[in-house]
């Protein structure tokens, strides 16, 4: 079986991957990741993540391997949360998010030849209150820029302020593994 195509630079998928001990390469393609705001929140990861899949089959010329997308979104009291601008920005993230139940919503698309699989899986994600100089120490010593909501799950804000998670941690990473697995069969 030639290699899976992640179309993803993040750190964390790839690190899902080799847990996984799936065989792949990266190609990254980049693409303008804007949308149309008549979107429903639910579709827009998935939406992206589909973008992502074609936009890269065509510039690199795939044919004949399979590619997997994904793009991730965090919402909370329907706001969108991306990723953070500049310090500022995760700052008032991470503010929004303590105390507070938010969606953690991981669009994926899988491409093969002319067979596309997409789905949307989402994760409920408590965190717990935290103080302002509890945000400022994360945001300093983390460089939380790339991720989505200005967070990653398997760091120290995680460690210590999810108090609850509902559906799959994985997704909350950036790829929501069961599933994928299922495709990859």
Known sequence: ????????????????????????????SDIDESFNSQIPIIEIAEHLAKRKAVAIQ??????????????????????ILGKPAN??????????????????????????????YHLTDTTFVKFGKMTDDEIWYYI????????AGAYAIQEWIGVRYIQKIEGCYYNVMGLPLPKILHWLK
């Open 140 to 147: 300093e010593k983390y460089a939380p820029m790339d991720k």
């Open 87 to 116: 310090a500022q920005d995760a700052y008032q993230m991470l503010k929004l998010l303590s105390d507070k139940t938010h969606q953690v919503h991981t669009g994926v698309c899988y491409l093969f030849e002319n067979n596309q």
């Open 1 to 28: 079986m030639q290699k899976l195509i992640l179309g993803s630079g993040s750190p964390r998928r790839k690190e899902i991957l080799e847990l996984a001990d799936i065989k792949f390469e990266v190609l990254v």
């Open 58 to 79: 065509k510039q690199f010329h795939i044919t004949n391997q399979a590619i997997l997308t994904a793009d991730t979104i965090v919402v909370v009291d329907n706001q």
